[in-house]
């Protein structure tokens, strides 16, 4: 659990919400994705979606993606496995108090160049193909903030953080 302190240092808010990680894989690496098996991840961006709806919120949530080691316990989520071999680079949140992951995966596969390296990847528990989308070039937040107004009804807008700020 993280401690009010950090949590309060790092300014993110502690209501539940969804969230997107900007991860960089700065080569091209084989990695095992705990019972989904081995898959090839190409050197590049990494987009994946999520939801911070249990206690701590968003600060929490993102807290444990932010600092987790491999000291920390076994993985838990996919994006771990992926997480040990690339760099968070950013983050992108909306506080709100109803799961949007969903919403936000269908609107990741719509920015140019998406493509799902790893089906299933972070959605056993949904419909979706992939909460995973990898990019050649970084993904663009003022492009994925248009793509979520354009929805009906219309999505707010997601605020970013670059990693370097914490």
């Not at 990680?21 to 050197?43: E, M, R, T, V």
């Not at 109803?98 to 972070?122: C, K, M, Q, Y």
Request: aromatic share 14%; glycine share 8%.
């Amino acid at each position: 659990m993280t401690s009010p302190a950090l949590q309060k240092s790092l300014k993110l808010p502690r209501q539940p919400g969804t969230y997107a990680l900007i991860y960089w894989l700065n080569n091209s690496s084989q990695i095992c994705i705990g019972k989904l098996g081995d898959f090839f991840f190409p050197a590049g961006y990494y987009l994946y979606v999520g939801s911070a709806l249990g206690s701590g919120g968003l600060a929490g949530r993102l807290y444990r993606h932010i600092y987790r080691s491999e000291t920390d316990g076994p993985r838990h989520w996919h994006v771990d496995y992926l997480a040990a071999k690339a760099s968070l680079q950013e983050i992108w949140y909306y506080s709100y108090p109803n799961r949007r992951e969903h919403v936000w995966a269908e609107t990741a596969s719509g920015l140019d160049g998406a493509l799902i390296p790893v089906p299933r990847f972070g959605a056993s528990d949904c419909h979706c193909p992939a909460h995973l989308y990898f990019f050649e070039s970084r993904p663009d937040r003022e492009n994925f903030n248009l793509l979520l107004s354009m929805r009906k009804p219309a999505e707010p807008v997601v605020i970013g953080r670059s990693i370097t700020n914490f």
